[in-house]
Structures are given as C-alpha cells and as structure tokens.
C-alpha cells in the first residue's frame, strides 16, 4: 500500500492540474488573466471571424464551434454598455474584439473576430465584477448586489461588431434582425430573440440579444447554437451544455 502512495498522490496533483480553475478557485482569486480567459475563450465565451464584405461581394463566415478551452488571450477592457447595468464593464474588449477594433471595416473580403459571450451566466457576472471591482469584488455591496440579480431573460453579447454592420439594426431592419436572431437546440422549436440593444461607437460596438427563458436545457440536450444575421453577414456558434455546468448546473 505504502508503494502505491507516491503514484495516487502524482494522479490526484494531475487532476487538480488538469481541472479549469472557475471550478477550484472562488472568483475573488481570480487574476486578470483568468478573467480574460473566462470572457472570452471559455464554456460560456468564444470569438467568431467573419469576413465582413463591405466592399460588396457576399459575406461569409468562419465559425468556431463550441466556448474554448485553452489559449485565450485577452486585452484591455472596452467601453460598451450591456443591458445587465455593468457599464464600461460589460464590454470584454478582447484584442481584435470589442473596444480595440480589428480587421478591415472597409475594404471589400475584410475580416474581423468578434467575441460572443452569454452574459447572464453566473461564471461571465463573475468575471465582470471581478474586473470591475478588483479586490473589493467579495466585499462590495454594489457587486454583490449585482451577482444577487436574478435574470429574467438569457442575454447573449456580441463585442466587437463593426460600425458599419450596424445598418441592419436601425428602423424597420430591426425587426428583421431580430426574427433572424435565435437559439436553436436539436429537437426543441427555436427560440427567437425578443430584443436587441446597443452601445458603443462607430468603430466597434457591442450587440446584446435578449431572449425569453421559456426553455429550461440540460446536459441531455448536447449544444445549443446562436445565429444571427447582419444584412448579409451570418453570426453563428454552438456551445457544448455539458461543458457549460457551473456549480451543478447549466449557466446560460
């Protein structure tokens, strides 16, 4: 037994090692670059690049399926608002995202990464208030006020978009946007977007989908997908339910 000690000491360090750290550390241990992590290449978050095709050829898309796991790189924050009430912070601002910009906005077959985030999940609230408040995360009563709100609907935000996408949002286009706009899950009717709001400049601005919670998902459920469409730009990605529990359950 004495023998077998050292080798069931070296699994459990591998395992610990090998977990994501949202799930072994509180979030007020969080550094910034877990935070980063957590916005913008997570269960819960990921980017998307879309070649935007202002110059008037067909847009396409290059999806990324599913919130990553490894390699993230964050930046700093931007300056969009979100519906949730976190101001300047609710903007992840990841490079060649939200804030900063990237790829071409004008010329024709451009490119730019987009970063995609459900930001009602708890471990997304987490990291925004972390960010914010810094040390005084676990102590605030303005954060805790603020992870103590219980969403009615889902909120999925897009940071990053360029300003001239931002055409097909404005007047009668934002009903067609919206009825473009949905959650899909295999073998359940798709959820459609009820609302749209947006903040930010010219730039880069960042897009928060409202949806009704009038679908409960599991694990069994596998991956829910979002899409939308700017005018003639797609918006997709799948994230995996199984990968998105958090403290025993789904967080969306």
């Not at 090998?18 to 980017?47: H, M, Q, R, Y």
């Not at 490119?111 to 005084?136: D, H, N």
């Not at 605030?140 to 978009?161: C, F, H, N, W």
Request: with cysteine; proline share 6%.
């Amino acid at each position: 037994m004495l023998k077998k000690l050292p080798v069931l000491l070296i699994v459990s360090a591998l395992c610990v090692l090998a977990a994501d750290f949202w799930t072994t550390k509180p979030f007020t241990d969080w550094n910034e670059k877990e935070v980063a992590k957590i916005l913008s290449d997570s269960p819960w978050a990921g980017k998307v690049t879309i070649a935007t095709g202002f110059g008037g050829g067909p847009a396409g898309i290059a999806e990324t399926a599913g919130g990553g796991r490894g390699g993230g790189r964050g930046g700093g924050g931007g300056r969009g608002g979100g519906p949730q009430g976190d101001g300047a912070n609710s903007d992840p601002g990841v490079a060649g995202g939200g804030g900063g910009g990237g790829g071409d906005f004008g010329g024709g077959g451009g490119g730019v990464s987009v970063v995609l985030f459900w930001q009602t999940a708890a471990p997304i609230r987490q990291a925004l208030v972390k960010r914010q408040y810094g040390a005084e995360a676990g102590t605030s009563p303005e954060a805790k006020a603020k992870l103590d709100r219980v969403d009615p609907l889902y909120v999925i935000t897009l940071s990053g978009i360029p300003g001239p996408m931002l055409g097909a949002t404005q007047g009668d286009k934002k009903a067609i946007l919206l009825d473009s706009t949905m959650m899909t899950v295999s073998g359940k009717p798709p959820v459609k977007a009820a609302d749209v709001q947006i903040s930010g400049g010219r730039g880069a601005a960042t897009v928060s989908f409202l949806f009704p919670k009038t679908t409960q998902l599991t694990v069994e459920d596998k991956e829910v997908e979002f899409s939308t469409k700017f005018d003639k730009t797609p918006i997709k990605k799948k994230f995996k339910l199984k990968d998105m529990v958090f403290n025993g359950k789904v967080e969306m």
